[in-house]
Every structure is written in C-alpha cells, then in structure tokens.
C-alpha cells in the first residue's frame, strides 16, 4: 500500500506556472506507475499525465503537451507536475494516483488532491 500527498496547488495568474508534488509513503514508490488526474467544477475526474516506474515513458492528454511536464524522483518517493502557460481552464483540484498496473488507474492509490485556480 502507498500513501500520497500533493502539495503545490495555489493561485496563480493566467500565463504564470505551478509545480505540483506528490509525496508517497513506503518503500514501494518505484514499482508503480505514477499519474496525475483533475477534477474541474462541475465536471468528471480526467487524465492530465502518467509516467512509467522509472520515469522513461510519459503520457499526456493530447490538449496538455507542451504546458505541463510530469517527472518523478524515486530517491524522494515524489511526483512533480510542472505545469506552465496555465489558462483559467486549468483550474481544478489535481491528484496523484498509483498504480501497479501500467495500463490502468482503475485500481489506483489516490492522494487527496490540491487544489489550483487560474486567475484571467
């Protein structure tokens, strides 16, 4: 089992950045694959970006490339999402997932999400 926490979330100003970090607990941390998901308002949980147990593969949703990067340090046990150029339409609660299936997050470990808003 792993424990995740995110942090990072705030207010930010259209065309400013963020970075967000997920803190896993145990021993574990290199053996899942990690991800990253948003919930806006008023609309269902989505993929934003996944990132393989050793951080050579990444995925992202086609409409987020090229503004967010997603990395993980197995060192630290942490997830980062950097997340640049962000637009009132990014605002939502953002959360890490878990997984030991490489193919999916229906089973995922889920952080408690941290919240971010855009300002235009």
């Known amino acids: 089992q792993v424990q995740l926490v995110e942090s990072g979330g705030g207010l930010v100003q259209a065309g400013g950045s963020l970075r967000l970090s997920c803190a896993a607990s145990g021993r574990t941390f290199s053996s899942y694959t990690m991800g990253w998901f948003r919930q806006a308002p008023g609309k269902e949980r989505e993929f934003v970006a996944a990132i393989n147990w050793i951080g050579r593969s990444t995925y992202y949703t086609d409409s987020l490339k090229g503004r967010f990067t997603i990395s993980r340090d197995n060192i630290k046990n942490t997830l980062y999402l950097q997340m640049n150029s962000l637009q009132p339409e990014d605002t939502a609660v953002y959360y890490c997932?878990?997984?030991?299936?490489?193919?999916?997050?229906?089973?995922?470990?889920w952080g408690q999400g941290t919240q971010v808003t855009v300002s235009s």
């Open positions: 997932a878990a997984s030991r299936d490489s193919r999916s997050f229906g089973n995922a470990y």
